[in-house]
Protein backbone atom coordinates (compact mmCIF):
# COMPACT_ATOMS: atom_id res chain seq x y z
CA UNK A 1 0.00 0.00 0.00
CA UNK A 2 0.85 3.25 -0.43
CA UNK A 3 1.38 5.74 2.55
CA UNK A 4 2.55 9.26 2.67
CA UNK A 5 3.27 10.47 6.52
CA UNK A 6 3.45 13.98 7.22
CA UNK A 7 5.23 16.04 10.32
CA UNK A 8 5.29 19.34 10.78
CA UNK A 9 3.36 22.11 11.05
CA UNK A 10 1.83 24.39 13.85
CA UNK A 11 1.44 27.83 15.02
CA UNK A 12 3.65 30.41 14.11
CA UNK A 13 3.72 34.25 13.67
CA UNK A 14 4.01 36.61 10.33
CA UNK A 15 6.97 36.51 9.26
CA UNK A 16 8.05 33.05 10.72
CA UNK A 17 9.03 29.90 9.15
CA UNK A 18 8.05 26.68 9.42
CA UNK A 19 8.96 23.21 7.65
CA UNK A 20 6.50 19.90 6.80
CA UNK A 21 8.47 16.87 5.90
CA UNK A 22 6.26 13.51 3.97
CA UNK A 23 7.13 10.36 4.22
CA UNK A 24 6.52 8.17 1.61
CA UNK A 25 6.73 4.12 0.89
CA UNK A 26 5.31 1.58 -1.50
CA UNK A 27 5.05 3.61 -4.55
CA UNK A 28 6.27 1.94 -7.18
CA UNK A 29 6.50 4.05 -10.23
CA UNK A 30 9.88 5.14 -11.43
CA UNK A 31 8.41 8.85 -12.51
CA UNK A 32 6.38 10.65 -10.43
CA UNK A 33 5.71 13.91 -9.17
CA UNK A 34 5.06 14.38 -5.53
CA UNK A 35 3.64 17.73 -4.17
CA UNK A 36 2.23 19.97 -1.50
CA UNK A 37 -1.32 20.66 -1.32
CA UNK A 38 -3.36 23.33 1.17
CA UNK A 39 -7.11 23.47 1.85
CA UNK A 40 -7.99 26.70 3.69
CA UNK A 41 -11.66 26.59 5.46
CA UNK A 42 -14.31 27.43 2.55
CA UNK A 43 -11.86 26.77 -0.01
CA UNK A 44 -10.74 24.32 -2.57
CA UNK A 45 -7.52 22.45 -2.56
CA UNK A 46 -4.73 24.34 -3.86
CA UNK A 47 -1.73 22.85 -5.55
CA UNK A 48 1.85 24.75 -3.44
CA UNK A 49 4.93 23.38 -4.59
CA UNK A 50 5.67 20.14 -6.48
CA UNK A 51 8.35 18.10 -7.87
CA UNK A 52 8.87 16.00 -10.42
CA UNK A 53 11.54 13.02 -10.22
CA UNK A 54 12.39 12.53 -13.73
CA UNK A 55 13.69 15.64 -14.37
CA UNK A 56 13.25 17.54 -10.84
CA UNK A 57 10.96 19.98 -12.67
CA UNK A 58 9.44 21.97 -10.02
CA UNK A 59 6.10 24.32 -10.25
CA UNK A 60 5.42 27.11 -7.37
CA UNK A 61 1.89 28.36 -6.98
CA UNK A 62 2.63 32.38 -7.26
CA UNK A 63 1.19 32.99 -3.63
CA UNK A 64 4.12 31.58 -2.18
CA UNK A 65 7.41 32.05 -4.59
CA UNK A 66 10.55 33.38 -3.27
CA UNK A 67 9.02 32.34 0.43
CA UNK A 68 8.39 28.27 0.06
CA UNK A 69 10.89 25.75 -1.04
CA UNK A 70 10.66 21.84 -1.94
CA UNK A 71 13.22 19.77 -1.70
CA UNK A 72 13.47 15.94 -1.70
CA UNK A 73 15.62 13.27 -0.48
CA UNK A 74 15.21 10.43 -2.90
CA UNK A 75 17.40 7.58 -0.53
CA UNK A 76 15.14 8.48 2.78
CA UNK A 77 11.44 8.86 0.72
CA UNK A 78 11.21 12.19 2.00
CA UNK A 79 10.24 15.23 0.74
CA UNK A 80 10.06 19.09 2.58
CA UNK A 81 8.54 22.13 2.25
CA UNK A 82 10.19 25.01 3.76
CA UNK A 83 8.35 27.75 4.54
CA UNK A 84 9.76 31.14 5.17
CA UNK A 85 8.19 34.69 5.48
CA UNK A 86 4.67 33.36 6.45
CA UNK A 87 1.40 35.25 6.05
CA UNK A 88 -1.78 35.00 7.77
CA UNK A 89 -3.24 33.97 4.39
CA UNK A 90 -0.46 30.76 4.14
CA UNK A 91 -2.82 29.40 6.80
CA UNK A 92 -4.11 25.86 5.95
CA UNK A 93 -3.93 22.37 6.14
CA UNK A 94 -1.42 21.06 4.14
CA UNK A 95 -1.46 18.16 2.35
CA UNK A 96 1.38 16.04 0.62
CA UNK A 97 0.33 14.14 -2.50
CA UNK A 98 2.19 11.76 -4.94
CA UNK A 99 1.11 9.87 -8.13
CA UNK A 100 2.67 9.17 -11.92
CA UNK A 101 1.17 12.26 -13.49
CA UNK A 102 3.57 14.27 -14.74
CA UNK A 103 3.99 17.73 -13.33
CA UNK A 104 0.40 18.58 -12.10
CA UNK A 105 -0.10 21.40 -9.87
CA UNK A 106 -4.26 20.23 -9.92
CA UNK A 107 -5.14 17.80 -6.91
CA UNK A 108 -7.67 15.94 -8.75
CA UNK A 109 -4.71 14.09 -10.65
CA UNK A 110 -3.23 12.90 -7.12
CA UNK A 111 -4.88 9.95 -6.12
CA UNK A 112 -2.26 8.93 -3.15
CA UNK A 113 -2.60 11.52 -0.06
CA UNK A 114 -0.72 12.42 3.54
CA UNK A 115 -3.23 12.84 6.64
CA UNK A 116 -2.96 16.96 6.16
CA UNK A 117 -0.97 19.09 9.13
CA UNK A 118 -2.12 22.02 10.21
CA UNK A 119 -0.27 25.32 9.79
CA UNK A 120 -1.36 28.48 10.97
CA UNK A 121 -0.25 32.03 10.97
CA UNK A 122 -1.07 34.25 13.35
CA UNK A 123 -0.91 38.60 12.53
Known amino acids: DVQLVQSGGGLVQAGGSLRLSCTYSGFVYNDYTIGWFRQAPGKEREGVSC????????YYADSVKGRFTISSDVAKKTVYLQMNSLKPEDTAVYYC????????????????WGQGTQVTVSS
Open 51 to 58: ISSSDGNI
Open 97 to 112: AVDSTLGSSNPTRYRY
